[in-house]
């Protein structure tokens, strides 16, 4: 009879997860302090341990932050629907009741929407400000012809 015992995650220090999220320890630690991230533990005084789900969520508010320029209220928000998509992806893998993952389904709904909108939302930001400076470089181009 072969048992299959789940090892507990691995946790690695602050300096680790610095390193492997290219992150420093000090905005590991302001992230920690504005609600973006809470260690999944703590051990002898001060000293955080990080889990492998703690460095994804880190890589999420770093590709937010960095590749889409979302402020750090907009991360906050954004890291709100997911904590509610992955409770409900949880609670929908958990069962196999059709009618109960239907309801899930459309729980999920409005939260993918409110992200989809604030990604819409930046993009068209970003999009209008590339078509003001694509009309000044043309400016600029027919000035020089």
Do not use: C, W
Request: hydrophobic share 40%; charged share 35%; no cysteine.
């Amino acid at each position: 009879m072969t048992s299959t015992l789940q090892r507990p995650p691995a946790l690695r220090r602050i300096g680790d997860v610095a390193e492997a999220t290219t992150l420093t320890p000090r905005t590991i630690r302001y992230y920690e302090e504005l609600g973006l991230l809470k260690p999944a533990a703590h051990v002898s005084g001060a000293n955080r341990r990080y889990d492998d789900e703690d460095v994804e969520r880190l890589q999420l508010i770093k590709r937010l932050r960095d590749v889409v320029g979302l402020s750090l209220a907009d991360v906050r928000t954004f890291l709100e629907t997911e904590d509610e998509r992955r409770a409900l992806s949880r609670e929908y893998h958990s069962t196999d009741d059709p009618a109960r993952r239907a309801k899930l389904l459309e729980r999920v709904v409005p939260i993918l929407r409110r992200r989809v909108d604030l990604l819409e939302s930046k993009l068209h930001s970003v999009l209008a400000l590339l078509t003001e400076e694509r009309a000044r470089l043309e400016r600029v181009e027919a000035l020089r012809a």
